[in-house]
């Protein structure tokens, strides 16, 4: 049975960061690539960020580049968000997803059940 979990999520500051993390089991991490997608209440879920299943290909929103980086770590199943200079804006369920690589969620097979990152101004 595949599971995907996400941690991290939490109440920040405007201009702060927050570090969330994924792990996956149940499933080839390695063979998956992994995607984080947010959900703001009221509004559709969106693409954020995604990695190959090798760390050299990597994909951003626009709304985030230069802010969040994508990284993960094979040996330990894991997938990572590092969150900087946080914006009100960036305030949503934060859901991790395996699947193939791309920005559509049609192209993820495996979901989290999200974390919440709200940021205040």
């Known amino acids: 049975q595949v599971q995907v979990v996400e941690s991290g999520g939490g109440l920040v500051q405007a201009g702060g960061s927050l570090r969330l993390s994924c792990t996956a089991s149940?499933?080839?991490?390695?063979?998956?690539?992994m995607g984080w997608f947010r959900q703001a209440p009221g509004k559709e879920r969106e693409f954020v960020a995604a990695?190959?299943?090798?760390?050299?290909?990597?994909n951003y929103a626009d709304s985030v580049k230069g802010r969040f980086t994508i990284s993960r770590d094979n040996a330990k199943n894991t997938v990572y968000l590092q969150m900087n200079s946080l914006k009100p804006e960036d305030t949503a369920v934060y859901y991790c997803?395996?699947?193939?690589?791309?920005?559509?969620?049609?192209?993820?097979?495996?979901w989290g059940q999200g974390t919440q990152v709200t940021v205040s101004s």
């Open positions: 149940g499933l080839a991490f390695s063979s998956y690539a």
């Open positions: 990695i190959g299943w090798s760390n050299g290909n990597t």
């Open positions: 997803a395996a699947g193939r690589a791309g920005l559509s969620l049609r192209r993820y097979d495996y």
